[in-house]
């Protein structure tokens, strides 16, 4: 069946890289998505790859595909105490952008 | 640009009580999902409307909700009677169409006692 893994929990100091991993299992998704999720808020749209792309950067945020091993990744580079938060990986085994599979979430915590 | 509009924030309703929720997505947005999160869990798609058509409802539980997009825009979402395990977040989104980005309410936070 169709589910996304991630771990529960990373905790990084301020200035350093935070690495948030995933593996999905539907080899059809069209996309990849990372969200955010602040405490109280909705989900926020970080960034995504195409499936054909092993890698993205945008920013401080660099995204890495291993499709072969249905793998994802989240590098967050010079963490911020902004970026603590609940990421969320999904993928679009339909292809429509907004009927996702959602991982139950890393809460990211940076200390100062 | 307005963002996706979810109301109440918050409900606290008793077992076998009904409850409703509003959502009013980005203007011009034709397709509209409802998710159920849960805590401690990822966002789950309960119904996805293309204008006031249902594209994909195999994960509402159809006896006790229901979801309505009249004139393709607003939508409600409804369960009557809600149980205790329905205490979730409800989050709204919508896009402009299939195959573009999906925008997020900020969710209704749903306590069943």
């Known amino acids: 069946g169709e589910d996304v893994e991630q771990s529960l929990f990373l905790s990084v100091r301020e200035g350093d890289s935070s690495v948030i991993n995933c593996t999905y299992t539907?080899?059809?998704?069209?996309?990849l998505y990372w969200y955010k999720q602040e405490p109280g808020a909705g989900l926020q749209l970080l960034t995504y790859i195409f499936s054909n792309m092993d890698m993205k950067q945008d920013q401080r945020l660099t995204v890495l595909l291993n499709k072969k091993d249905k793998h994802l990744s989240l590098r967050i580079a010079d963490t911020q105490t902004g970026d603590s938060a609940i990421y969320f990986c999904a993928e679009d085994p339909g292809g429509s952008q907004g009927n996702l599979i959602f991982g139950k979430g890393t809460k990211l915590s940076v200390k100062p | 640009e307005a963002g996706v509009a979810q109301s109440p924030r918050y409900k606290i309703i008793e077992k076998r009580q009904s409850v409703a929720f509003w959502c009013n997505p980005i203007s011009g947005h034709a397709t509209l999902y409802w998710y159920q999160q849960i805590l401690g869990q990822g966002p789950k798609l309960l119904i996805q409307f293309q204008n006031n058509g249902v594209v994909d409802d195999s994960q509402l539980p159809k006896d006790r909700f229901s979801a309505e997009r009249l004139k393709g825009v607003d939508s409600t979402l409804k369960i009557q009677p809600a149980k205790l395990e329905d205490s979730a977040v409800y989050l709204c989104?919508?896009?402009?169409?299939?195959?573009?980005?999906?925008?997020f309410g900020q969710g209704t936070r749903l306590t069943v006692v």
């Open positions: 539907d080899s059809s998704s069209t996309y």
């Open positions: 989104a919508s896009s402009g169409h299939l195959g573009t980005e999906a925008f």
